[in-house]
């Protein structure tokens, strides 16, 4: 069996961030001989139709096409107003550079769970109890209610998904599954690169 065709969605990395505990651009370092823009740019590939990155750091162009914030210094918020304004598609997906261990079947079936829905505008997960609203399906339509939220000088994510997409619109997958809950492991210092390699070949089976 080949493998499943790309959903018409728009793929976009995560790859803004200043990667302070880190040290170095953390799309850059390596895990598994591949560098973390490596692996979201894959994942993406074959859940996508159309992948990019979400930065204005000249030396990613090489893995996707680059989309640069239209508003400077507002974090993860400023990239996903960029995305909606770049695509031409009506769901998006958004993935963190720095969340390498989600197999693309798990984030294909939930995709395909989400954009089933009609009234559905955003979704994102709850890991354990804790949101994590980087790892993002946003319909384009929304786009106007991000922005707004930047004008007010509203950056925090969490609030701005939720001015966007409230009450039945928003879907919240909440994961309990201490198994599953691994794949959402971020990478942000030099020790969390160390230890993700030496889980890598476990937490990547799907």
């Not at 031409?88 to 089933?116: C, G, H, I, M, Q």
């Not at 009234?119 to 709850?126: C, G, I």
């Not at 993002?136 to 509203?154: K, T």
């Not at 928003?170 to 942000?188: H, K, M, P, S, Y």
Request: one cysteine or more; proline letters at 6%.
């Amino acid at each position: 069996m080949g493998a499943a065709e790309a959903l018409q969605i728009g793929g976009y990395v995560l790859a803004g961030g200043k990667s302070s505990r880190m040290g170095t651009d953390k799309s850059l370092v390596r895990l598994g001989g591949e560098p973390l823009i490596a692996h979201a740019v894959q994942t993406l590939k074959v859940v996508c139709a159309a992948v990019a990155v979400l930065t204005s750091n000249p030396a990613l162009e090489s893995y996707a096409p680059l989309v640069r914030d239209r508003h400077a210094d507002c974090g993860p918020i400023g990239g996903i107003e960029a995305a909606l304004a770049h695509s031409s598609f009506e769901w998006n997906l958004l993935l963190p550079v720095d969340v390498p261990f989600l197999p693309a079947s798990f984030l294909r079936k939930w995709a395909l769970r989400v954009t089933a829905h009609e009234r559905t505008l955003a979704a994102y997960f709850e890991i354990g109890g804790k949101p994590q609203p980087g790892l993002l399906l946003i319909r384009r339509s929304a786009r106007s209610s991000i922005v707004a939220s930047i004008e007010d000088g509203q950056y925090k994510l969490l609030p701005a998904i939720h001015a966007a997409a409230g009450g039945p619109a928003l879907w919240v997958e909440r994961i309990d599954d201490t198994d599953v809950q691994q794949w959402f492991a971020n990478i942000n210092t030099p020790e969390e690169l160390v230890a993700a390699e030496r889980t890598l070949g476990h937490v990547r089976e799907c």
